[in-house]
């Protein structure tokens, strides 16, 4: 299995309503990521987990809330998002360690539109 | 800061025509390169990646690109393009000072191929 998979792949929700997105590779890798991208705009790094440990938080607002309740899987809950957090969320995996034979495999994303 | 550069913004060629896209780093010390392409409305793709060892690397598709150290570069180009070129390309880095598999992305340039 060469997969990242996220769901849902769409997902629209209000300002006050609380929800999840799941992420899931059975490739063995060490590190899971999210990233965000708005539309037109490149991904940009959310959080990074390394052993399931949480290593990177660039600066996201609270209101994202990761969990990586084992190495095969990565969430992140949603409470109180603002419209302008609509976006593509993109989960990718990896080996913690960069080398030739490890780069990251990304998922199809979740759509999410905050109304 | 620390960033990844793309001067072209969008891109459009007819096919049989080369391409050449720009990709500029600031980031010091060791860097590992990559090229990604996203076609509409699919997954991330990796094109090619540089960790070391020859500067021109070949990749998927027909793409090569060129690690140029002198001048944090890392262009990307194709000799005659199709249609099915038509896509977002982003220029990404790991810097290597983390030790640490994250990656940061360029701000992309749209790609059309006129048939």
């Known amino acids: 299995d060469t997969e990242v998979t996220q769901t849902p792949k769409h997902l629209v929700m209000g300002m006050t309503n609380k929800k999840s997105l799941k992420c899931e590779q059975h490739?063995?890798?060490?590190?899971m990521y999210w990233y965000k991208q708005k539309a037109k705009k490149p991904p940009e790094l959310m959080f990074v987990?390394?052993?399931?440990?949480?290593?990177i938080n660039e600066s996201v607002p609270s209101r994202f809330s990761p969990e990586c309740p084992n190495s095969s899987l990565l969430n992140l809950h949603l409470h109180a998002l603002q419209p302008e957090d609509s976006a593509l969320y993109l989960c990718?995996?990896?080996?913690?360690?960069?080398?030739?034979?490890?780069?990251?495999?990304f998922g199809a994303g979740s759509r999410l539109t905050v109304l | 800061a620390q960033s990844v550069s793309q001067h072209n913004h969008h891109v459009i060629l007819s096919e049989a025509a080369s391409l050449e896209l720009g990709c500029n780093y600031s980031?010091?010390?060791?860097?590992?390169l990559f090229w990604y392409v996203q076609y509409p409305g699919q997954h991330l793709q990796l094109l090619l990646k540089?960790?070391?060892?020859?500067?021109l690397v070949k990749g998927i598709k027909g793409f090569e690109a060129e690690f140029i150290k002198s001048k944090f570069s890392f262009n990307l180009r194709k000799p005659s393009v199709q249609w099915s070129d038509t896509a977002e390309y982003f220029c990404?880095?790991?810097?290597?000072?983390?030790?640490?598999?994250?990656?940061?992305f360029g701000t992309g340039t749209r790609l059309t191929v006129i048939p």
């Open positions: 980031y010091g010390g060791t860097v590992n």
């Open positions: 540089y960790f070391s060892g020859d500067p």
């Open positions: 987990y390394s052993y399931e440990k949480l290593s």
């Open positions: 990404a880095v790991i810097p290597d000072q983390t030790g640490a598999n994250n990656l940061f």
């Open positions: 990718a995996s990896s080996q913690v360690f960069p080398s030739e034979a490890n780069v990251l495999t």
């Open positions: 490739m063995g890798h060490r590190a």
